[in-house]
């Protein structure tokens, strides 16, 4: 079965970029039409959703963080990954990679397990 | 921007029905989706389209959405399901944006 996994630095320092990858295993990230996203938690804090890609390079991004967000993806290595810039301890937070399902409405429907980021100098 | 609103936490004894409401403008038009997050694990889908339950997620979750609030259910609520449980949803402005509520924290005692 499909299986996504997290990976990056868990610690980042102030006025840096934030860089993480999310590996699919056990199927194709092109095959199906689905988009693939990152959401965030803070600790003891609700989830926020950062933005989506889908396997074309189309995307879509929170308008809170769309001036300092990229989302990537890269097909050959069956990876999409997540860049944030000029990052502060607010951006301390478990990011999540996850699968979107659906089309005009559309959700979350397989999770990662999360990687913690602390933004700490 | 599109908010979703739940109340933050809800308390209920063993075997008794909880009910967690989310309120949005747009769920008139848009599904709501429901999630559960127990300590230290990653959310799980335990609703989605309104009132569809996943395989594997047990008959007491049931769901459903009238005008602009959506409410998440647990008949005969047990011990092992006190989480925390965000409602999920799309705004309806074209934007492509996924929005939580702010979470709900069911105790069950």
């Known amino acids: 079965q499909v299986q996504l996994q997290e990976s990056g630095p868990g610690l980042v320092k102030p006025s840096q970029t934030l860089s993480l990858t999310c590996t699919v295993s056990?199927?194709?990230?092109?095959?199906?039409?689905?988009?693939w996203s990152w959401i965030r938690q803070p600790a003891g804090k609700g989830l926020e959703w950062i933005g989506r890609?889908?396997?074309?390079?189309?995307?879509n991004y929170n308008p809170s963080l769309k001036s300092r967000v990229t989302i990537s993806v890269d097909t050959s290595k069956n990876q999409f990954s997540l860049k944030l810039s000029s990052v502060t301890a607010a951006d301390t937070a478990v990011y999540y990679c996850?699968?979107?399902?659906?089309?005009?409405?559309?959700?979350?429907?397989?999770w990662g397990r999360g990687t913690l980021v602390t933004v700490s100098s | 921007s599109y908010e979703l609103t739940q109340p933050p936490s809800v308390s209920v004894s063993p075997g008794q029905t909880a009910r967690i409401t989310c309120s949005g403008d747009?769920?008139?038009?848009?599904?709501a989706y429901w999630y559960q997050q127990k300590s230290g694990q990653a959310p799980v889908l335990v609703i989605y389209?309104?009132?569809k339950r996943p395989s594997g997620i047990p008959e007491r979750f049931s769901g459903s959405s009238s005008g602009t609030m959506a409410t998440l259910t647990i008949s005969g609520a047990q011990v092992e399901d006190e989480a925390d449980y965000y409602c999920?949803?799309?705004?309806?402005?074209?934007?492509?944006?996924?929005?939580f509520g702010g979470g709900t924290k069911l105790t069950v005692l």
């Open positions: 996850a699968r979107v399902s659906g089309s005009y409405d559309w959700y979350f429907d397989l």
């Open positions: 056990g199927g194709s990230i092109s095959s199906g039409s689905y988009y």
């Open positions: 890609i889908y396997t074309s390079g189309s995307t």
């Open positions: 747009a769920l008139p038009k848009k599904y």
């Open positions: 389209e309104d009132s």
């Open positions: 999920y949803s799309t705004d309806s402005s074209g934007n492509h944006t996924g929005v």
